[in-house]
């Protein structure tokens, strides 16, 4: 009986574990460590982490960010951004009895040619006409593909998860209606992942050049 048991604790000690960065939109930032048998297996793995662990501040701890292992170098894993999704708990409560909630959900494409879908959510101080609504959501959308428009990919991302879109969002829909709050909820990267450019470090980048 102890075979099967020792076998699996043997697998476990062969393991290496290889500390994971994030991508550059976050500086690098360690956000974990994963097992492997070798850097090949590493190649598409994804870790998730919420964004205090890369700040400190836990005020963030309700943002949720993805991303996905596309080159291991020196024994480092390095990845790029896959997603990010606010936590449901926290967008639960931001809805009141009495307001209106506003979704829209926009494909866009960032001025270096990257896909996003990204999912905005308002919420207005009281109920408001179906007008207001699309009217709303039409400044939301102009806001979100404007900034797509004039941003670099990592740009687009930081601009997104620190909630300065969403506050340009507010501050221009603001004049339709008194809002509660405006919020970013979701960006999923639609181009794939390993399509997109990587920017390693500038240290990584030129032990790569020398070896």
Known sequence: MPAPRRAVRDRWVLKKWYPVYASSAFGYAEIGEIPANS????I??????RLFQITG??????????FQVV?????????????FELARDYLRSLVRRGTTKVDGIFDVVTKDGVKLRVAIMVITQHRIKTSQEKLIRKIAKEVVENRAGMLAFDEFIQEAVLGKIASEVYNKAKKVYPLRKVEVKKI????KTFEIPLKLPAEIQVSERTT
């Open 39 to 42: 850097e090949k297996s590493l």
């Open 44 to 49: 598409g793995r994804t870790i998730e982490v």
């Open 57 to 66: 501040d836990f005020t963030q701890a309700h943002i949720k960010l993805k």
């Open 71 to 83: 080159k291991v170098v020196n024994g480092k894993a390095f990845t790029q951004f896959k997603g």
């Open 188 to 191: 999923k990267v639609l181009t």
